[in-house]
C-alpha cells in the first residue's frame, strides 16, 4: 500500500486549503484512512478519519465545524477540506490507512503513512 499526499501550502488565517491522499497498490474497503498532523516540538496528532466502507467521519474536537473529509472511492482518495485556519493549524499533515473499519486516533494503529505534506497558516 501507498499513500500520497498533496495540497499543502501557505495560506492566510481564515483561508483554506485541501489536501488529498490518494492510495495505490493492495487495499480494499475494509480499510479506514486517517489525517494526522505534526507541528514543530509536538507529537503527532489525529485530525480526522473516514471508514472506507460507509463513509463514517470522526474528527478531533479542535477541528470539528472547520475541516472536513472525505472520499472519492472510484479515484482510491481521501479528502480534507480545511476551512477557517488558524496559525496554530501549522504543521505537517499526514495520511494514514489500516486494515478494518475502525478509526482509531492513535498512530500505532496505522502502518501505512503518506508522506507528508506542509500546512503554513500565517497570521
Known amino acids: 500500500v501507498q499513500l500520497q499526499a498533496s495540497g499543502g501550502g501557505l495560506v492566510q488565517a481564515g483561508g483554506s486549503l485541501r489536501l488529498s491522499c490518494v492510495a495505490s497498490g493492495r487495499t480494499s474497503n475494509d480499510v479506514a484512512i486517517g489525517w494526522f498532523r505534526q507541528a514543530p516540538g509536538k507529537e503527532r496528532e489525529f485530525v480526522a478519519g473516514i471508514r472506507w466502507s460507509g463513509g463514517n467521519t470522526y474528527y478531533a474536537e479542535f477541528v470539528k465545524g472547520r475541516f472536513t473529509i472525505s472520499k472519492i472511492s472510484a479515484k482510491n482518495t481521501v479528502y480534507l477540506q480545511m476551512n477557517s485556519l488558524k496559525p496554530e493549524d501549522t504543521a505537517v499533515y499526514y495520511c494514514?490507512?489500516?486494515?478494518?473499519?475502525?478509526?482509531?486516533?492513535?498512530?500505532?494503529?496505522?502502518?501505512?503513512w503518506g508522506q507528508g505534506t506542509l500546512v503554513t497558516v500565517s497570521s
Open positions: 494514514a490507512l489500516r486494515w478494518g473499519s475502525t478509526v482509531h486516533s492513535t498512530t500505532s494503529r496505522y502502518p501505512y
